[in-house]
Nanobody, 124 residues
Framework: EVQLVESGGGLVQAGGSLRLSCAVS????????IAWFRQAPGKEREVVSC????????HYADALKGRVTISTDNAKNMVYLQMNSLKPEDTAVYYC?????????????????WGQGTQVAVSS
């Protein structure tokens, strides 16, 4: 059974930084794609960034481009999302998701496993 557990969210002032972590178990990193999504109140869930085991990193959220970095530590089965220069509009629940396929996609329905989410709140 695949389990994803996010951590690292919290309240931060605009301009600040956060590093979100996703602990992954039950999934082989070498044959999967792992993505970060976010969902703000009243909005649809959107993909932020995705790491494929092929080594490809795909950034989807234009609003975050240049301000986020996705990385992995395969030895620890961890995926990270470093977010800098945070803005109030980045406030959302951030989710880690995994699919048993090497290709990243923006389509949330194609991810097989999800974490419970971690809240990020950015104050102005």
């Amino acid at each position: 059974e695949v389990q994803l557990v996010e951590s690292g969210g919290g309240l931060v002032q605009a301009g600040g930084s956060l590093r979100l972590s996703c602990a992954v178990s039950g999934l082989a990193f070498d044959d999967s794609a792992i993505a970060w999504f976010r969902q703000a109140p009243g909005k649809e869930r959107e993909v932020v960034s995705c790491f494929s085991s092929s080594g490809t990193i795909t950034h989807y959220a234009d609003a975050l481009k240049g301000r986020v970095t996705i990385s992995t530590d395969n030895a620890k089965n961890m995926v990270y999302l470093q977010m800098n220069s945070l803005k109030p509009e980045d406030t959302a629940v951030y989710y880690c998701a995994a699919r048993n396929w090497v290709l990243c996609t923006w389509d949330a329905s194609l991810y097989d496993s999800w974490g419970q989410g971690t809240q990020v709140a950015v104050s102005s």
